[in-house]
């Protein structure tokens, strides 16, 4: 009987003894956790990263700041989200799109992220990216034409380098009105381009 009880004192202390450890385990990975998540969400003391049209890092070297018409078109999007029925949204959806028609890029710093042709190369196809906003040629209706001095200078270009280039006659590239006003991709008349210096 003393045995027994014994041996049922040891199985028990032992189990408290496991079931601290687990705890203890638990409490310091999940401190661990903590820590790092602490670190990622803090900036280090000196950056100084500028905030970008979307409220993210500023540019990278090779890329320009986003031109001054796009703080507007910002502003639209939020009094397009905010407008209390169609009619409103519905004037601002035009305001934003002759904003875009008067509006362009003029010797911008960009990424070239798409450059192709259709079959036999009579027409080009160019996107371009600077920080969030994305230029691109309307490939159906506005390529770009072989012979071109646009052209010309893209035959020499490869995908992912650093380029300049000039742009007008935006148009919004989505088909959902709100999408229209408020995303940042664009169809473009590509009027200049040419390697970052």
């Not at 934003?96 to 079959?119: C, F, H, M, P, Y």
């Not at 035959?155 to 959902?176: H, W």
Request: hydrophobic content about 40%.
């Amino acid at each position: 009987m003393l045995r027994r009880m014994g041996n049922y004192m040891i199985e028990r202390h032992t189990a408290s003894v496991a079931v601290a450890i687990v705890f203890l385990v638990l409490a310091a990975g999940s401190a661990k956790s903590n820590d790092k998540s602490e670190s990622k969400d803090t900036p280090a003391p000196n950056a100084t990263a500028a905030p970008n049209v979307k409220g993210g890092p500023a540019p990278k070297a090779d890329e320009a700041p986003a031109p001054s018409w796009v703080a507007t078109v910002k502003d639209n999007c939020g009094r397009y989200k905010a407008a209390p029925n169609e009619i409103k949204k519905s004037a601002i959806f035009t305001e934003n799109e002759a904003l875009l028609q008067r509006s362009g890029v003029d010797e911008i710093k960009g990424k070239l992220t798409r450059l192709s042709t259709g079959q036999g190369g009579d027409r080009l196809s160019l996107k371009i990216t600077v920080g969030d906003l994305e230029f691109a040629t309307e490939s159906l209706f506005a390529p770009i034409k072989k012979g071109s001095a646009v052209y010309n200078a893209a035959a020499e270009m490869t995908v992912g380098q650093c380029v300049m280039f000039s742009a007008k006659g935006l148009k919004a590239s989505s088909v959902v009105e709100q999408s229209k006003v408020c995303d940042t991709e664009y169809f473009a008349n590509f009027t200049s381009l040419k390697p970052c210096l």
